[in-house]
């Protein structure tokens, strides 16, 4: 595959709009296309693209390959499988980037071993090497506690970006890129499973993702009811979202939905306040590109007082209702 | 039914981060020898899922566990079948080392080959190490079967399929797969049960299938075999400047940290 050349940015869309991923993946992709001198393209898989084709362009993208069916409304293995299959043959890219989302997380390594090839999940940071024009991903390893530098000579080299972690470029709706209908025919024979239906399960109020300011509780909690008073009512009052570390979810105090970890949503909002929370690597991983952590932990000795900025040692029960009192009368 | 779950040794992950030392060497993290390495969380949930199925229709279903490595700890690598599982194999030799997922994943599809006819084969959906969640789509990929990857739910329906409920951003969706069929499962899937003392009993006098590279028909793995190269591993230096606010009483302290918030513009 010595004439593989470009970069191809899976794009990810939902009810006609392209998501942030995208945008963050066009953004790393950029780099690599400047240092490398070689387009930067995407391609969209779904339904019904719309005008995320365009939002793609404006993004970042030079050409915008659309891949329209029915039964591509729903991500499934098989199908997205058939229409990668596909792409690597007929656009022959240098690097294929995905998000580390429930696509790229799955399409990711499934597509690498179908080609022979590596895939680097989870990555951080990407750079060429201008001598081999080989691309070195950065991802953390052993659940954050290191992080490793990887590279293949097998191409296409296939990686995964973690969310936050690439920059959109500034949206340009006035620069010029191609939208190309991508074809593929959806072999029956080649599709092994069924999505039978997708469940949402809505929290109410901002989305995690979107939110300024994160209130997350921790195994400290000692239970839910805390999640829906004392943490909701700070949330509500910095206009946040509540999340949790992995073991509240566990132990269905709250929905699996916001867990905040390596294996749950990746956040970085401008405040993340963290109670009764250790900060095991693991977690940290979900929130540590928050602008500012503040941590309040009975346990002098936990983690998470060495990621935060600002925090308080002792008992939420005590600690939290007094803070927020203060924090409604200066906010109000 | 035969179901076979994958089952990795690895350092403890939810020991104290400080307990983690670069190995630079063999690039890798090490542990003192007073943590005891465990089996990654997630391949316990993978074995806690083929249990589930066994236990609704018990005589019937067979489940294997096969484990891949070096110097692996009978006791650590036993706990599968002392919470119930039926037989383990392990690919254990000094070759299997350093291998990537790509490594990794040949190898064990060569052993679930060698092992005999599947209906089920369970995965963790990544091992606490390389945190790579590679292996259980590598084997599927090669094996030629359907895979269906974070699952929290998983039963066998009529005919050999298999409803699988998987883990998406905002909520899940179901799947229906025909087997054999690959799944990878999630902590969502709630704890994995305890080992029994009768489980430990049973477990302490099975002697586990040891097979060798050759015995597998490999003939290049571990790190020989590898697709990606390691350029570096290191340890990110934490700067660690909390600024711990503290007062008369825990009350103070909490007001004392919101005002301080406000002196650095985060509120």
């Not at chain 1, 940071?125 to 052993?142: F, H, Q, S, W």
């Not at chain 2, 969640?133 to 005919?159: C, H, M, R």
């Not at chain 2, 009993?201 to 003939?219: E, H, L, N, R, Y």
């Amino acid at each position: 595959m010595a004439d593989n050349k470009g970069i191809l940015v899976v794009g990810e869309v939902a009810e006609g709009k392209l998501l942030p991923i995208t945008a963050e993946l066009l953004g790393a992709g950029k780099q690599l296309s400047n240092d490398l001198k070689e387009p930067l393209n995407c391609i969209l898989i779904s339904d019904k693209v719309g005008d995320a084709a365009k939002a793609a362009i404006a993004a970042g993208a030079d050409k915008v390959f659309v891949t329209e069916d029915a039964q591509l409304k729903d991500y499934q293995t098989d199908t997205f499988m058939l229409v990668m299959e596909k792409a690597v043959a007929d656009i022959a890219p240098r690097v294929i980037l995905m998000g580390q989302t429930s696509i790229g997380r799955d399409l990711a390594p499934r597509l690498a071993f179908k080609l022979g090839v590596s895939a680097v999940m989870d990555c951080l940071e990407l750079g060429i090497d201008g001598a081999t024009k080989l691309m070195n991903c950065t991802r953390p390893v052993y659940g954050g506690n290191a992080k490793a530098v990887f590279t293949s000579d097998a191409v296409p080299q296939i990686a995964t970006v973690r969310a936050k972690a690439g920059t959109p470029l500034p949206p340009d709706a006035a620069k010029a890129g191609e939208v190309a209908a991508f074809a593929v025919a959806m072999d029956a024979s080649k599709i092994r499973a069924k999505v039978l239906e997708t469940v949402k399960e809505e929290v109410a109020g901002i989305k995690l993702e979107d939110a300024s300011a994160v209130v997350a509780g921790g195994r400290g909690m000692g239970g839910p009811e805390p999640f829906s008073k004392e943490l909701a009512d700070l949330a509500k009052i910095l206009k946040g979202a509540v999340g949790a570390s992995r073991p509240p979810c566990d132990n269905k105090w709250v929905p699996d939905s916001i867990q905040i970890g390596l294996t749950g949503k990746i956040i970085a909002p401008e405040l993340y306040i963290a109670v009764g929370i250790s900060g095991s690597s693991q977690h940290m991983s979900g929130c540590a590109g928050s602008k500012c952590i503040v941590a309040i932990n009975k346990d002098p000795e936990a983690n998470i007082f060495k990621e935060a900025r600002f925090g308080v040692v002792g008992d939420w029960k005590v600690v939290l209702p007094a803070f927020t009192a203060k924090i409604k009368e200066l906010v109000s | 039914m035969n179901m076979i779950v994958c089952c990795k040794q690895v350092l403890d992950p939810e020991a104290a981060p400080s307990t983690f030392k670069l190995d630079a060497a063999n690039n890798r993290m090490v542990q003192p020898p007073e943590v005891k390495p465990v089996v990654n969380p997630y391949d316990e949930q993978a074995v806690e899922a083929a249990l589930r199925i066994k236990d609704k229709d018990k005589p019937a279903h067979k489940v294997t566990v096969i484990s891949l490595g070096n110097n692996l700890i009978r006791d650590v690598v036993k706990k599968p079948l002392s919470m119930g599982a039926d037989e383990l194999v392990l690919l254990e030799d000094p070759a299997f080392e350093g291998g990537d997922s790509f490594a990794v994943a040949t190898a064990l599809a060569a052993a679930i080959k060698k092992v005999g006819p599947f209906d089920l084969i369970f995965c963790g959906r990544q091992e606490s190490e390389w945190d790579d969640g590679q292996v259980g789509s590598g084997i599927a990929e090669i094996l030629g079967i359907p895979s269906v990857t974070v699952a929290k739910k998983v039963d066998v329906v009529d005919g050999g399929k298999v409803r699988v409920e998987r883990v998406v951003a905002d909520g899940f969706q179901v799947l229906e797969v025909q087997g054999p069929a690959l799944i990878t499962v999630s902590n969502e899937l709630g704890e994995a049960r305890y080992a029994t003392l009768k489980g430990i009993m049973a477990a302490s006098k099975k002697q586990p299938t040891v097979w060798k590279p050759a015995d597998i028909g490999v003939d290049k793995t571990g790190a020989a075999a590898r697709k990606s190269k390691i350029v570096k591993l290191f340890q990110p230096v934490k700067e660690g400047k909390c600024d711990i606010v503290s007062a008369d009483s825990p009350a103070e302290a909490g007001s004392l940290l919101a005002q301080k918030l406000r002196e650095n513009k985060v509120i």
